[in-house]
């Protein structure tokens, strides 16, 4: 488990950066939207009140990070590999689907997301590619009459 | 004898809808899909819904609907599926299978711990079917009386239960809660017309989408905690039919835990927050307790299959019972299932039962419909499911990670749901790192519109007093309720630390 001694990084920061946000969003609703007013209640009240109810639980988890620490759940070591490997293979797919078309599209994608596992198989990229876009193809576009074009832009 | 002919009734509005051929094929693609991705380890019945809730929107309302249920079912089974074979819990609410079934299949028995699986998940979910079929009329009967505060703080009750109600810190539990809460109140005020949290952004005014929330936060997020793990055992064990039939004892041990487990997950499965295998440890437990011999639990008993596999079944049917009467989720499963009703339409609430009797009939009649498929694709197919047990991992996530790209695209053909599904998906990773559960952020999200407006229109109702919501008797309840569980729950986790 984590350092019993010192506080709990993942959870001061866990707090901290809950209570930011439940910060942020009392003071933005409470300043562009109206608070209402005896039963007829605005859009601003709702939100207003979950960003300070939202700072406080912040401030309490953030503030338990001091008290010795048993967890039941051992969060997983941060492995930046995959996680950069799959976000920007999404991000390719989101740039290229309505420009490039479906099949391009899911070879980047399949060409990214490989990167998070090592050894990189070129053979087997290539052919998996290929039939994650032929399978793809064939359930969305045949199957469910999406409107998607194979290769080409579309949409837009 | 009246209360008879009603069921009956009833029962056969259901038959009647739920036999079309056309509702049978989406019950069976729904079973099937659900076990397909059921049994791949990591993969939920929560992802696999996710996964295929695009797909409904392009199916009739019953249709979609049954289809999801029939999602849900297999990928509950294939989950235990894949407990039982690898040792390595399909997702959290099958680990319970692994005590005793992973043993098993080291024994040898694998194939019949699998079987007697099925005949309890058959029997617990055929308990909690027709337990739903008796109690839902009443309780859409109550509900009808219920005014919006009652709504209010029930829906409160069941947020702070699926809050509060984890493994980890309640506290954090109810955080992210808020954190859903919130998130739902972006887009356009039902009320007062209002763009809320857009930015300016146009694709913003209909509100963050659910598919894209759902599918970032458990599925991307779980592809990427689970990428460059260790690989997987393999399966060598061969699972002809007759490598599957249970003995004589085996039988005998099994009968009693499948009644009490049926007994104690319906119970259970009704009441908020209690999913996520917490019923099934407990009838584990249970079962452990009262057998003649104990020690053999945790090394190959089957009764440690039977009794959390039936109760498991048996709470699956009966959370349907708020979720469909009152369209109150005990859980983020349910919740979805809700959404997707709204999704296609219809308003959840006590008034379905009654607009919609064939939707309403025909889904309950169609997840017994469901069930007697998986025991029909289970005990004769068992072959093909080990066999894709053994998909290893790297030619497996690339397609996933496609399909929800492609799942959230086709959901308004927008590229931005694919933007936000990467938004979400990274926020998913994050919330892993730092212990903080996705379910009760998207309980809560899934629930914040209908709350607020429970919650506008009580006050209004009351004319802006607040303390409507303790002089109804039944909104008092229910909250008197959610404090209790709230401070229970934070005072035995505190204690746990102490310690």
């Given at each position: 488990m984590n350092s019993e001694s010192r506080a709990d990084l993942r959870d001061l920061a866990a707090g901290a950066l809950l209570s930011a946000f439940g910060v942020f969003v009392a003071f933005y609703a409470s300043r562009n939207y109206e608070w209402g007013e005896g039963g007829q209640l605005g859009p601003g009240f709702f939100p207003t009140m979950l960003g300070v109810v939202l700072a406080i639980l912040g401030v309490v988890i953030a503030l338990f990070s001091f008290s010795k620490v048993a967890h039941e759940l051992t969060p997983p070591p941060l492995r930046l590999r995959p996680f950069l490997a799959i976000s920007c293979a999404i991000a390719i797919f989101a740039l290229s689907?309505?420009?490039?078309?479906l099949f391009p599209a899911t070879a980047l994608l399949t060409a990214i997301a490989v990167?998070?596992?090592?050894?990189?198989n070129i053979r087997r990229t290539l052919l998996l590619a290929g039939s994650l876009a032929l399978l793809s193809w064939l359930i969305f576009?045949?199957?469910?009459?999406?409107?998607?074009?194979?290769?080409g832009g579309f949409g837009g | 004898m009246e209360f008879l002919t009603t069921l009956l009734g009833n029962v056969s509005i259901g038959l009647h809808e739920a036999l079309t051929l056309t509702n049978l094929w989406y019950c069976f693609v729904g079973v099937f899909l659900g076990c397909l991705v059921g049994v791949?380890?990591?993969?939920?019945s929560l992802i696999a819904i996710s996964l295929l809730l695009p797909i409904t929107f392009h199916l009739p309302p019953t249709g979609a609907l049954i289809m999801l249920a029939g999602v849900y079912f297999g990928a509950d089974y294939g989950g235990g599926t894949c407990s039982i074979l690898?040792?390595?819990?399909?997702h959290p609410a099958a680990a319970?299978?692994?005590?005793?079934g992973y043993p098993m299949t080291k024994q040898g028995r694998g194939g019949i711990a699998l079987f007697m699986k099925c005949i309890a998940s058959f029997w617990g979910s055929t308990v909690g079917i027709l337990l739903l079929m008796c109690v839902a009329p009443i309780l859409a009967e109550a509900g009808l009386k219920f005014g919006p505060a009652d709504y209010c703080a029930l829906m409160f009750l069941g947020l702070m239960a699926a809050s509060t109600?984890?493994?980890?810190?309640p506290i954090k539990g109810v955080a992210m809660m808020i954190v859903g809460l919130i998130l739902a109140?972006?887009?356009?005020?039902?009320?007062?017309?209002v763009q809320r949290?857009?930015?300016?952004?146009?694709?913003?005014s209909d509100g963050i989408g659910l598919i894209p929330i759902a599918m970032g936060l458990f599925a991307v997020a779980e592809v990427v905690t689970s990428t460059g793990k260790a690989g997987i055992s393999a399966v060598t064990q061969k699972f002809r039919l007759r490598d599957q039939l249970p003995t004589k004892e085996d039988w005998k041990r099994s009968f009693g835990p499948m009644l009490r487990g049926a007994g104690l997950g319906s119970f259970f499965g009704a009441?908020?927050?209690?999913?996520?295998?917490m019923a099934t440890f407990i009838s584990y437990a249970i079962e452990k307790r009262i057998?003649?011999?104990?020690?053999e639990f945790g090394k190959g008993a089957i009764e440690g299959i039977a009794a959390p596999e039936s109760c498991n079944n048996a709470g699956v049917g009966t959370a349907f019972i708020p979720t469909l009467t009152?369209?109150?989720?005990?859980?983020a499963i349910m919740a979805l299932i809700l959404a997707a009703l709204v999704i296609h339409g219809i308003q959840p609430g006590p008034q379905v039962m009654t607009s919609h009797p064939e939707l309403f009939w025909g889904l309950i009649v169609s997840f017994w419909i469901g069930n007697l498929i998986l025991v029909a694709l289970n005990i004769p197919l068992l072959g093909m499911w080990v066999r894709l047990l053994q998909i290893p991992y790297p030619l497996l996530y690339p397609g996933i990670v496609l399909f929800t790209c492609i799942g959230v695209y086709s959901?308004?053909?927008?590229a931005f749901d694919i933007y936000s599904l990467l938004f979400f998906g990274m926020a998913g990773y994050a919330m892993v790192l730092l212990r903080l559960e996705a379910v009760p952020l998207l309980l809560g999200y899934i629930l914040g519109q209908p709350f607020e407006e429970y919650f506008r229109r009580a006050l209004l109702l009351s004319r802006g007093d607040f303390t409507v919501f303790l002089t109804e008797p039944i909104a008092a309840t229910a909250l008197a309720f959610a404090v209790s569980l709230m401070s229970w729950s934070v005072i035995s986790f505190v204690r746990r630390r102490a310690k």
């Open positions: 689907l309505e420009r490039l078309g990167l998070a596992e090592r050894p990189y576009a045949k199957g469910l009459d999406m409107q998607l074009s194979a290769f | 791949l380890p990591g993969l939920g690898l040792g390595v819990p399909g319970v299978d692994v005590l005793d109600v984890g493994k980890g810190s109140t972006v887009g356009t005020d039902v009320n007062s017309g949290f857009t930015f300016d952004l146009q694709d913003l009441l908020p927050g209690t999913s996520g295998g057998s003649r011999h104990p020690e009152l369209g109150i989720p005990g859980d959901t308004h053909n927008n």
